[in-house]
């Protein structure tokens, strides 16, 4: 696999929502309604402030955003987001974008990354980001109501960045 990761513009709509579309509507690992509409999804994802970015290989596997976790006195502090393709799971696009996200925060001056609440059942995206060098900052307990689970705990995870 030959993965390109580019900066997102209004021609990935279609593709992006194609991808975050069957990932909202399982609604077990982001805090958004289920039931989220296309236009409701595109302005949460390409929210000002947000970079955005597509993994291709000749067609769209994955995106992710980042931006500033916090503003003013936070604002050293980055956040992000990914969504794999659902044919893509498996393949290391999220691990990729990840890297991609980290340098490109690092050079725009981000002092570290943190993820404020990341499903505690979504043991793939866990393990993903825990090789990456994150640590479990903060455990909300049963703060997220699963589909099938019930209620899970929400983690917080923590990176400093160079």
Request: with cysteine.
């Amino acid at each position: 696999m030959t993965l390109a990761i580019r900066e997102a513009g209004p021609r990935d709509r279609d593709a992006v929502w194609a991808m975050l579309e069957p990932v909202f509507r399982a609604g077990d690992t982001y805090a958004v309604d289920p039931g989220i509409g296309r236009e409701e999804s595109l302005s949460y994802w390409f929210a000002d402030g947000h970079t955005v970015l597509v993994a291709e290989d000749g067609e769209p596997l994955g995106t992710c955003f980042f931006c500033a976790n916090k503003p003013g006195n936070a604002d050293h502090v980055a956040n992000a987001a990914f969504v794999t393709a659902p044919a893509a799971t498996g393949r290391g696009v999220a691990r990729a974008m990840l890297a991609e996200v980290l340098d490109a925060a690092t050079a725009r001056g981000f002092r570290a990354m943190q993820f404020n609440f990341v499903v505690s059942t979504n043991t793939r995206a866990i393990a993903t980001w825990e090789k990456a060098g994150f640590r479990e900052v903060g455990r909300l307990p049963g703060a997220f109501r699963h589909p099938t689970e019930g209620p899970v705990d929400a983690l917080v995870l923590w990176k400093d960045l160079p």
